[in-house]
Each structure stands twice: as C-alpha cells, then as structure tokens.
C-alpha cells in the first residue's frame, strides 16, 4: 500500500500502437527500415524535398482512420482515472504521434507532437485536420495563407515539446512504467535511468528488451495489449486504488 505520496509516470512508444496496426519505428518492417531519418523526419528534408516528407506524412495521417486503440491504451487511461480518482499522481507521456491514447479515454502529454495536428511555419498557426489526406496535395495556412502546413510533429534536431511538465512528473514519480520504446531516443530514453536514480519503482514493458534496461528493472515482455491490462491490475492492487 502505498498511500496519496504515489505518482505514478508512464511513458509509451510505439509498441503501446503496435497492436492497433501502427508499425514501429526500428526492426523487420519498421518505419526506418530503408529510409534513414535524415530523409523523411528532419527540419532539413522538409526544406530539400517538403514533397517526400508530405507524403510520409499524409499517408501516416490517412492511415489513423483505420486503426483503433488495444487493450494497452485503453488499460493505461483506467490506470490513470484510478489514480486520480485516489488522489494518486498521474501522467501519461507518449513518444507516439497518433491519437490512440485519446481515443482509448486518455490525453496523454505528446513529447513528439500530434500527426493529427498541422503547424504553419510562417504566421504559427496550429489546428487539428485529419480531413486533409491526400498525399500529393499540400494545405495552406487558414490564417495567413503560406502554401504548406507541416505535420506538428517534432523532427530530428528539434526540441521535444513539454519537456517542463515531464520533468515535474517525473521529480515525484514513484511508480515509472515504460510501454513499447526501444530506448534508443534521447531525452526520453533517459527517464527511465532519472526514475530509478529517484527511487522509483521501475517497470519495463516490450516485445524486445529495450537498450535502457537495468537490471534492477522489472522488464515484461511480450505485447502491449496481451500484458499492459493484467500490470495495470497489478498496479492498482499495489497502490491501493480501487479500479472503479
Ligand atoms: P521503436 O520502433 O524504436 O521501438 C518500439 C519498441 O516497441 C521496441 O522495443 C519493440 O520491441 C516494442 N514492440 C513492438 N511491438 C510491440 C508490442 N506489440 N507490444 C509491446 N512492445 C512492442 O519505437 P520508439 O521507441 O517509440 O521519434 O521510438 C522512439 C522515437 O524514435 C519515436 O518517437 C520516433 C522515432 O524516431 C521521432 O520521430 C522524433
């Protein structure tokens, strides 16, 4: 039992949507597999071939629509309406760009930005479309009227957004889950290190071990969506809060 001094901090990847039919990033079929990420996932690609790195994304954007959030998602938002629901701390920080987490009955803090959301460079306009799909067609501004939005995602080089509010969750965290990251992307492939340096419980979660396990670790494998409902169970029992 661990009484209201609890807070609990969660990090996801793309594993957490691997079992919704979103591929991951690196491995057999993953997103990287071929294309370096200079060329579809840097502030310099969008300004050499803004054609390439359009239609990466509008195809990663079209695809969204047929996709639905799994068991993982949905276990990880009764996680968090427990919680604070108990007065327990909870935050739900995603490397992942889809909107799985939302549509499963939680919003969780977007490091990495939103593929749903379109940013406009020039006037720094933001909304949500995911009307706007096709691949060949860029999407003017609303506001002022610059001839291509960019994905409001964040590229290789750039700063990954909120990295104030993470840090104040992770400054009291006691329980830190990570779901599906392989830990090769800096910074958060250090917060598991930060939790464990504080004292956190530290709980690792994925099909392959990641790069940042450390022994003293408690490291599931296997899929989100078959292991996250039953650890969340857990969690709770753990923590003293009632599920509903
Ligand atoms: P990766 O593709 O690097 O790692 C995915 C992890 O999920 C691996 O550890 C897999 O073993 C695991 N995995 C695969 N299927 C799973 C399943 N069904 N259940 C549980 N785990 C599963 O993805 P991330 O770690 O999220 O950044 O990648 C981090 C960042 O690298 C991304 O946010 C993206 C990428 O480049 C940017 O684009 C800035």
């Not at 996801?12 to 990033?25: I, P």
């Not at 509008?58 to 108990?86: F, I």
């Not at 995603?94 to 939302?102: C, G």
């Not at 598991?192 to 340096?197: Q, T």
């Amino acid at each position: 039992m661990c009484g209201t001094d609890s807070s609990v901090v969660v990090l996801t990847g793309a594993g957490v949507s691997a079992d919704s039919g979103l591929a991951t990033f690196r491995g057999a079929g993953g997103l990287w597999e071929g294309r370096p990420v200079e060329e579809v996932a840097t502030p310099e690609a969008w300004r050499r071939d803004p054609v390439q790195v359009w239609s990466f994304y509008q195809m990663r954007r079209a695809k969204l629509a047929s996709v639905e959030p799994n068991e993982a998602h949905r276990a990880l938002a009764r996680l968090g309406a427990a919680a604070r629901r108990a007065g327990v701390g909870f935050d739900l920080v995603t490397q992942n760009v889809d909107d799985l987490h939302e549509r499963g009955g939680w919003d969780p803090i977007h490091m990495h930005g939103e593929l749903a959301v379109l940013l406009c460079e020039r006037c720094g306009w933001r909304g949500r479309d995911l009307d706007s799909v096709d691949p060949g067609a860029f999407v003017p501004c609303p506001d002022c009227g610059w001839e291509r939005l960019r994905p409001d995602v964040v590229w290789f080089g750039e700063m990954p957004y909120h990295l104030e509010s993470i840090d104040a969750a992770l400054r009291g965290c006691t329980h830190f889950l990570a779901v599906g990251t392989s830990g090769h992307v800096y910074p958060a492939a250090g917060y598991l290190d930060l939790a464990r340096a504080r004292g956190a419980v530290t709980i690792v979660q994925s099909l392959d071990e990641p790069l940042n396990v450390h022994p003293t670790d408690r490291f599931l494998p296997g899929r989100a969506a078959e292991v996250v409902p039953d650890l969340v169970r857990e969690l709770l029992s753990e923590l003293g809060i009632a599920a509903d």
